[in-house]
Structures are given as structure tokens and as C-alpha cells.
């Protein structure tokens, strides 16, 4: 989850495919073009080219999107919140020890 949620928060704007690809570690130019072809074609985000000199090809997130991101948003603060409570009761019964 914490990949997909990075990803929306730096995608509040249009998206090229090199800016993508230099702001996510370990992916290479081809896999995420597969990986924003297939989001594409579910309607996650749309696609907007232009035929310049080179080509310009930036991505965007589509309303459906936003909406999953502000579901996103909502499970990882969920997902902090027992992190932290976590992290309370380790340190509580190490002390208890």
C-alpha cells in the first residue's frame, strides 16, 4: 500500500513517464509503462499526447482515482495509528521485563 499511496500523493499534477520513473526506486522505463498502460485501460488515469518533437506524453489521475486515493489516505492513517499503538505496548512490556 505505502507504493500506491506514495504515488498519488506526487501525482496531483500531470505526470511524465521519465519524472515518474526518476521519483520511483527500482522500476524500470518499460515496467511502468506497462504498469500506466494497464492503469489506463482500467480508468484509473487518462493519457495525454502530444505530437511534439520528441513526443509528449504526460499522465494524470482520472476522478476514479482520486476517489480510491482518499480511501488510500484514510488506511494509512489507519495503518499509522496501530503502528504507533504498536510500538506503545512493545515498549511497554519490554520495560516490564
Same mark, same amino acid.
Given at each position: 500500500?505505502? %507504493?500506491?499511496? !506514495? &504515488?498519488?500523493? @506526487?501525482?496531483? %499534477? @500531470?505526470? !511524465?513517464?521519465?519524472?515518474? !520513473? ?8 518499460? &515496467? *511502468?509503462?506497462? %504498469?500506466?498502460?494497464? *492503469?489506463?485501460?482500467?480508468? @484509473?488515469? @487518462?493519457?495525454?499526447?502530444?505530437? $511534439?518533437?520528441?513526443?509528449?506524453? $504526460?499522465?494524470? &489521475? $482520472? ?11 484514510? *488506511? ?10 504498536? !510500538?506503545?505496548?512493545?515498549? %511497554? ?5
Amino acid at each position: 500500500m505505502e %507504493r500506491s499511496t !506514495s &504515488l498519488l500523493k @506526487f501525482w496531483g %499534477r @500531470f505526470l !511524465s513517464v521519465d519524472d515518474a !520513473s526518476s521519483r520511483i526506486d527500482g522500476i524500470s522505463s518499460r &515496467l *511502468l509503462t506497462e %504498469r500506466l498502460r494497464d *492503469l489506463e485501460e482500467k480508468g @484509473f488515469i @487518462f493519457r495525454d499526447y502530444k505530437p $511534439t518533437i520528441p513526443p509528449a506524453v $504526460t499522465y494524470g &489521475l $482520472t476522478k476514479r482515482m482520486q476517489e480510491i486515493g482518499v480511501a488510500l489516505d484514510k *488506511l494509512d492513517e489507519l495503518a499509522q495509528k496501530w503502528q504507533q499503538e504498536d !510500538s506503545k505496548r512493545i515498549r %511497554r512490556n519490554a520495560k516490564g521485563m
